[in-house]
């Protein structure tokens, strides 16, 4: 019986025993859960802090990039700007290169068709051969009395004289009028 109840005594003290062990083994692993619990907590603020120092340096990545973009789009900009008035001066001045050429060339074709001088000199000396016919006796040599009738016609030559005089007068200033708003329209360009 001895034996039976060592048996049991060492039965009862390994059941005490392993309860034992059961109760620290348990309390160990929530004492150890609690612990790797708080330390999840203290990693993952650590972990924060990795993740924006790799975000600062994504985000003055980015920042850069984006300046050396937007500083390319201004240079571009700048340059697309500078080609494009030299370009519309350049057009400018082309379109007003044509014109002088055109109005020079008008201007020539003026001059080599519009005055007939050999024929206006021609008349002009017709009315000054029939002026000095008819102030003879008139204006020069009066010794003699002149007639009504005398008087009359040298009136009516002198007066047709005047209007030819002045139609040829007429003729010259809208010439002279056309050469100069010709030189003025090439002069303004």
């Known amino acids: ?79 697309n700007a500078l080609e494009y008035s030299e370009d519309t001066i ?31 000199n021609t008349e002009i000396n017709k009315i000054q051969y029939w002026y000095d016919i008819t102030s003879d006796g008139v204006f020069t040599k009066s010794g003699t009395l002149q007639t009504h009738r005398n008087l009359e016609t040298s009136y009516k030559i002198m007066r047709e004289l005047l209007t030819r005089i002045l139609a040829r007068k007429s003729s010259l200033d809208e010439y002279y009028q056309n050469l100069v708003t010709l030189r003025n329209n090439i002069d303004s360009l």
Do not use: P
């Open 90 to 120: 350049s057009t400018k001045q082309e379109g007003i290169i044509k014109q002088i050429r055109q109005l020079t060339l008008e201007a020539q074709k003026y001059l080599e068709s519009g005055l007939d001088t050999t024929g206006l």
């Open 1 to 79: 019986m001895c034996e039976m109840e060592v048996c049991k005594k060492t039965n009862s003290n390994t059941w005490w025993s392993m309860a034992f062990f059961f109760k620290f083994f348990a309390v160990t692993f929530l004492f150890l859960l609690l612990h790797v619990a708080s330390y999840a907590q203290v990693d993952t603020t650590l972990k924060n802090t990795d993740y924006d120092s790799v975000k600062k340096d994504y985000d003055s990545a980015a920042n850069r990039l984006y300046n050396n973009i937007k500083r390319f789009g201004v240079e571009e900009q700048r340059k």
